[in-house]
Each structure stands twice: as C-alpha cells, then as structure tokens.
C-alpha cells in the first residue's frame, strides 16, 4: 500500500523550533518529488515548501523562506522539514504529499507535475507560549 | 505569484443538484490545474488534474474543464459522499498556490 506518514509535530514556544518527518512506503521514493502543505485552523490549504527526487530543486513558499528548510534522505524512504524561529501563524496542521507523475511532464523547455496524489494523514504544530 | 480565485466560497445544494465551482488565475497556468476535495479531518483527495483529467476512482459525475485563467469543477448530481471542501491548485510555476476552497454543505 501506497503510504506516507507524518510525525514530529507536537506544541512549541514562539522562536522555538521543531523538525518533521514523512516516512514513505509502497513506492519508489527516490523517483518522486515531495512537498509540504499546512493547513491553519478552520483555514484553506497553503503549499509551503517542494524538493526535487534527487533534491536538486528546492522551493518555498515566501511566508517560510528562510525559517524552514526542505531535506529528504531517499535511504531512509523519508522527507523532513526543519522549521525554526516559529510563529503563531505557523500554527496548523502539516501534510506531506507526493507529486505526480514521475518523471514530470516535459513541455516547452520545462517540466511540471500534474498534482499531489498521495498525501499522509498530516501531523498538528501549535505554536504558543 | 499566481493568484487563484475560488468562488462561491459556500454553497447550499442538495442531493441531484448540479453544482459549479468557479477557480480563476491572476495570469495564465495553461492546464497545469488541480482539483481536490477535503472532508473534516481529513487529507485532501485529488480529484482532477491537468484542468480536466480524472484522476483513477474519481466518480464519473466530477468534470472539469477550462484553460489559461478561468476553470470550473462540475458535479453532476450531487451524492451525500460529495459534501466536502473543493480547492484548486496551480501547478504552473513556483509558488504554488491554492484557491480558497469552497465548501458545499447539505441544503
């Protein structure tokens, strides 16, 4: 079964810091770009960060650029997300999610992805004091 | 960045309506669009891709269609199982970004 599994949220001080996981398994997780999205309370959904399968390419959203970092150890089947210097508005619920297909879809001199098929079951960071 | 522009944000239906919902970007993303669907609790499924693709298990009564800015979901007959959170997302260029969603609820 195509799975992925987040953990390592859990309650924080602002300025704090906490590093995700997202373990992978039923696919070949070396050949598959990865993201996270974050969801606030009773708010919509917000892409945060995407790495490349070989982490060559790596991107964020400008609300975390600098504070988070994207990494993935394709050994080990999993992604992580480093978040430091934690906000209020960090506070939601954080999702790992698979982009599809693999490879891209080459068009016009670039490559692009037709959307996030599997996604885990997310993982709630609150920040607060 | 791209905007996406979701609308309605709420609607009321029931059961055998035919629901619409409207996803418009701030400049053109060709087809590179998804659709998802959110139930409370829950991770969101993705419905259609590439503007108007099923994706595999998807029930024949979602289509999409739509190009450049301006896209639409469509459900045909409204099931109980469809009362849920709809978001589009374009996948033309980093940012990527999500619509506000809309929510359908029970009428």
């Known amino acids: 079964e195509v799975q992925l599994v987040e953990s390592g949220g859990g309650l924080v001080k602002p300025g704090g810091s906490l590093r995700l996981s997202c373990a992978a398994s039923?696919?070949?997780?070396?050949?598959?770009?990865m993201n996270w999205v974050r969801q606030a309370p009773g708010k919509g959904l917000e892409w945060v960060s995407s790495?490349?399968?070989?982490?060559?390419?790596?991107y964020y959203a400008d609300s975390v650029k600098g504070r988070f970092t994207i990494s993935r150890d394709n050994a080990k089947n999993s992604l992580y997300l480093q978040m430091n210097s934690l906000r209020a508005e960090d506070t939601a619920v954080y999702y790992c999610?698979?982009?599809?297909?693999?490879?891209?879809?080459?068009?016009?001199?670039?490559?692009?992805?037709?959307?996030?098929?599997?996604w885990g079951q997310g993982t709630t960071v609150t920040v607060s004091s | 960045d791209i905007q996406l522009t979701q609308s309605p944000s709420f609607l009321s239906a029931s059961v055998g309506d035919r629901v619409t919902i409207t996803c418009r970007a701030s400049?053109?993303?060709?087809?590179?669009l998804a659709w998802y669907q959110q139930k409370p609790g829950k991770a969101p499924k993705l419905l259609i891709y590439a503007a108007s693709t099923l994706q595999s298990g998807v029930p024949s009564r979602f289509s999409g269609s739509g190009s450049g800015t301006e896209f639409t979901l469509t459900i045909s007959s409204l099931q109980p199982e469809d009362f849920a959170t709809y978001y589009c997302q374009q996948l033309n260029s980093y940012p990527r970004t999500f619509g506000g969603g809309t929510k359908v609820e029970i009428k």
């Open positions: 999610a698979r982009d599809w297909p693999s490879p891209p879809i080459a068009a016009a001199g670039d490559y692009y992805y037709y959307g996030m098929d599997v």
């Open positions: 039923g696919f070949t997780f070396s050949s598959y770009s």
């Open positions: 790495i490349s399968s070989s982490s060559s390419y790596i």
């Open positions: 400049q053109g993303i060709s087809s590179y």
